[in-house]
């Protein structure tokens, strides 16, 4: 399959990096098309953990990697995130048109955050500013900041409105000068100018010359800008269809969209969350399966498998496979539950409602399973046990898309290919 793409189907930290990189050893390109370092993707190799924010996970298999337009790029975070492997192995391209966290957008994000009435509990990392720039027009892109005399411009036109409304609206010191960030930024662009490409170009003559391209989305289907629990979302479009504005390229015929569904619930920051289990049972997986976040550390809500996030995640995704991981966190829980429904007011909801506002009025319907314990090293599907296959089988037949990968530990060789 020349195109496939890596989704998150719930609300981000599904395993997408590791599924990602396992799926790489057949990839000529790997890239990032939206989101930036607010997300965080682990991987491990034998006895080796990477963490990756902005380069795609590609890497680790020594792949031709490419940042899309779409992508928000913080250049400090990239340097410092390429220092991982040295910069001269890496092959990678930056499109022109990517745009540029600056550091204000950290600022704004944190003071809108203590302004607003209700936190969305932001990475903080300055994602939804540089995309509310974009599209007021007013962002500065990896090719102006590549050129000292375009940035020192850009730069000009910019910064006396935010510090102004950092300072007058927010009470936020900005103790950095114009010259300063040109000064430093001049020199983050001087350092990356080696990577400038035209991304959308480059992919699509891959895609045209049946090369394989696998796309690796950041965050999850519930987190999407459009499609997310709205505003307790990113400020990007993780949904499969972000390919194509992400990177620039045409409508494919011929897409595997692989949904990457952890065998349970999490979420890391606010928003709505009905299959929550706030008591010893959520601190017990929080622990087993270490849900801390990668990027802020802090813990990620935990709750049972949701049947009904999945299906809207099928539908608006197209996803053609399914990829579980983390079953394993599971092992030694005596009863599992899955939510196969919502009951609202009298009513069943077997897709996640429009408008989640009347989640109020629902209440998880469960079905449950007996636990099980699982061998992190087993691969042979048919080999699980009775129990963890009666629990893999009822998720992928609920769905109708098939489990292709199944995902028993954080190790790339963890992986039952079925
Ligand atoms: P991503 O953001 O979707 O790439 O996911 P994260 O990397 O943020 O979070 C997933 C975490 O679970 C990482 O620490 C992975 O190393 C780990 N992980 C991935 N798959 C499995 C699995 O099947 N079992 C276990 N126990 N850990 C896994
Ligand atoms: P990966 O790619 C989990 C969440 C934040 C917050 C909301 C908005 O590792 O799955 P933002 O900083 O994007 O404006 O925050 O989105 N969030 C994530 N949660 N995994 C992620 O990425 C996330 N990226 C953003 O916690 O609730
Ligand atoms: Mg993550």
């Known amino acids: 399959m020349p195109a496939t793409i890596i989704v998150g189907t719930q609300f981000g930290d599904e395993g997408k990096g590791k599924i990602t990189d396992f799926l790489a050893e057949k990839a000529d390109l790997v890239v990032r098309y939206h989101g930036g370092n607010n997300a965080g993707h682990t991987v491990v ?48 391209a930056i499109d022109h048109r990517t745009q540029i966290i600056m550091p204000w957008h950290n600022l ?21 500013p540089c995309y509310e720039d974009r599209a007021g027009r007013n962002g500065i892109r990896f090719c102006e900041l590549v050129e000292p005399e375009r940035l020192r411009k850009r730069i000009a036109e910019v910064f006396p409105t935010k510090k102004r409304i950092l300072e007058e609206i927010y009470s936020v010191n900005v103790d950095f000068s114009e010259e300063q960030v ?12 080696q990577f400038l490409g035209d991304v959308s170009l480059e992919v699509s003559t891959a895609l045209k010359e049946g090369k394989n391209v696998l796309f690796e989305g950041a965050q999850g ?26 990177v620039g390229i045409g409508l494919l015929n011929d897409i595997e969209a692989i949904g990457i569904v952890k065998a349970y619930t999490t979420r ?21 399966g270490n849900e801390f976040g990668t990027t802020t550390g802090r813990p990620r809500r935990i709750g049972w498998l949701d049947l009904v996030l999945l299906r809207t995640s099928i539908r608006i995704n197209g996803l053609t496979g399914i990829a579980l991981t983390k ?11 899955v939510c196969v429904a919502y009951e609202c007011g009298g009513k069943k909801l077997e897709e996640f409602p429009a408008d989640w506002g009347v989640l109020k009025k629902c209440k998880p319907v469960y079905r449950e399973f007996d ?13 699980l ?24 530990g954080p190790k790339r060789s963890q992986t039952i290919l079925r």
Request: a neutral charge.
């Open 45 to 92: 190799v034998g006895e080796k953990t990477y963490k990756f924010h902005l380069l795609p996970s590609g890497l680790i298999q020594g792949k031709r990697c490419c940042i899309g337009a779409g992508v928000a790029l913080d250049p400090r975070v990239l340097i410092e995130e390429m220092k991982q492997f040295g910069q001269s192995k890496i092959e990678l």
């Open 108 to 128: 704004q994000d944190g003071a809108r955050e203590q302004a607003r009435g209700r936190k969305i509990g932001t990475t903080g990392r300055g994602i939804g």
């Open 182 to 193: 040109f000064n430093e930024y001049s020199g983050l662009g001087e350092k990356l100018k």
């Open 221 to 246: 289907l519930f987190l999407d800008n459009d499609f997310g629990t709205y505003p307790f979302v990113t400020s990007s479009h993780p949904m499969a269809g972000g390919i194509f504005t992400g």
């Open 268 to 288: 890391v920051g606010e928003g709505p969350f009905l299959t929550e289990l706030k008591g010893e049972l959520g601190e017990t997986i929080r622990k087993n």
């Open 327 to 337: 079953a394993d966190v599971l092992s030694g829980i005596p009863k599992l539950k």
């Open 371 to 383: 636990g099980f314990e699982i061998d992190h090293e087993e691969k042979d599907f048919s080999k």
């Open 385 to 408: 046990s009775s129990e963890a296959r009666e629990y893999i089988g009822f998720i992928e037949k609920e769905l109708g898309v098939p489990i292709k990968f199944v995902s028993l």
